[in-house]
């Protein structure tokens, strides 16, 4: 298959790439006479978005049992408590939402998913059927599932036993919860557990880390800690980590140089954490999300992630990571010419590093052949137009493809009625 006249992501002019038995096989500048199979005509191929943080086991479940009238993230925690207890969480209906959500995703240019999956459940309902889930749509979408504890490791009976049962079973990354244990030696131990069984079972780590409006909650540097005692650095990611945005600055100071060395990665979710955080809070109300700024000029990987789609925690969402790029760059003051330019890394190389796709992810001769067009010439232009995808192929395979959007105006440039 030849893609014509292409875009590249920091490249002059448009490129036609070849792709056979599933990978990228050539990478040369357009030619005049080349026929290619899809004509991009000059629009933007890149690699497909990186949905680095979602709940789908949770998505579509807003209202059911009740709803969350506070808003709140402590609320929503106790909505979902009852929804298991009132055993409402069902295999047919966990995988009807969670295939909607990665419909929805993919149509946005996603191709690759993170999703945590509630393992606080005597029977791991929600992690056998994410497990089946996962391979259904393995020709469509590369789905990684993240045991997570969302009542506690050490709060929830029998909870360390059920993350190793989850692991055992098949999940790809070991999650955590620190902040929402029952006391600060608790949360610690639960962080180093989790480290445990990520090198019984070599796997990744990405723990919801403290995701509360708490300068005192600082779990982040045990994680930091613990990376490097245990030699894991580019295997550890940090989920929200909410409460930096409260942290003084001879803190920070002190933390980020540790963070540094400890090489980790980090996935925010600005638009549920500014619906989340900062409430009941005293004047000037803070915002609630973490530093992206200064973590991304640390150097350190920072993705934006959805978090929810319809759910006790957050009552909207669609799964467009534009949508999350747009309000990310907007809350962490990022709308200068550094960061408009490059600021597709934030939803496609930066959360592929944390997710470990390493050589299975960009657009490179010899690597798979996953990528997306998208109606627009830049990154710049993705951000400000939210265009749609107009091709996407995964493994070299189509996935869809759509037609760009026409539209005929009833009045001319000078705004008078044609014929008029």
């Not at 749609?388 to 493809?401: A, D, N, R, T, Y």
Request: negative net charge; charged residues 25%; glycine residues 8%.
């Amino acid at each position: 298959m030849w893609i014509a006249n292409a875009k590249l992501r920091g490249q002059e002019g448009t490129w036609d790439i070849y792709i056979e038995e599933g990978l990228f096989k050539e990478i040369k500048p357009s030619a005049r006479d080349r026929v290619g199979d899809y004509d991009a005509c000059g629009r933007l191929l890149c690699s497909p978005f990186v949905e680095g943080h979602i709940h789908l086991d949770y998505a579509h479940t807003a209202r059911k049992p009740r709803p969350n009238v506070s808003g709140t993230l402590f609320e929503a925690i106790e909505i979902w408590a009852e929804r298991k207890h009132a055993g409402l969480n069902h295999p047919d209906e966990i995988r009807r939402n969670a295939l909607g959500a990665i419909r929805a995703a993919i149509s946005h240019g996603v191709g690759f998913i993170r999703s945590h999956v509630d393992v606080t459940d005597p029977e791991l309902v929600a992690l056998k059927t994410m497990l089946r889930v996962r391979e259904e749509v393995k020709p469509w979408c590369t789905l990684q599932l993240v045991a997570f504890p969302q009542n506690g490791i050490e709060a929830f009976p029998r909870g360390r036993e059920l993350m190793d049962e989850a692991m055992r079973l098949g999940a790809d990354v070991v999650g955590g919860i620190p902040h929402l244990e029952h006391t600060r030696e608790d949360g610690v131990a639960s962080v180093r557990y989790v480290f445990d069984l990520a090198e019984k079972y070599s796997a990744l780590i990405d723990i919801h880390c403290d995701e509360i409006d708490d300068d005192q909650s600082r779990y982040l540097e045990v994680m930091a800690a613990e990376t490097l005692r245990r030699r894991m650095q580019g295997r550890v990611t940090v989920s929200h980590a909410v409460a930096m945005a409260y942290y003084q600055p001879g803190y920070m100071a002190k933390l980020l140089p540790k963070l540094r060395a400890a090489g980790l990665g980090f996935v925010i979710n600005p638009n549920e954490n500014l619906q989340l955080q900062g409430r009941g809070l005293n004047a000037p109300q803070p915002r609630g999300v973490a530093p992206v700024r200064t973590l991304a000029e640390c150097g350190l990987p920072v993705g934006f992630g959805q978090d929810s789609i319809e759910d006790p925690w957050y009552p909207l969402g669609d799964g467009n990571p534009i949508r999350n790029l747009d309000t990310g760059l907007h809350v962490a003051q990022m709308l200068t010419e550094e960061y408009l330019n490059r600021c597709l890394d934030f939803v496609t190389i930066e959360p592929a590093r944390n997710l470990g796709l390493a050589e299975k992810y960009g657009v490179q001769v010899g690597r798979p052949a996953h990528c997306i067009v998208l109606d627009a010439t830049s990154d710049r232009e993705v951000v400000q137009r939210h265009p749609p995808v107009l091709l996407s192929l995964h493994g070299g395979k189509k996935i869809f493809e759509r037609q760009p959007a026409v539209t005929s105006w009833a009045i001319d440039v000078e705004g008078r009625l044609p014929g008029l």
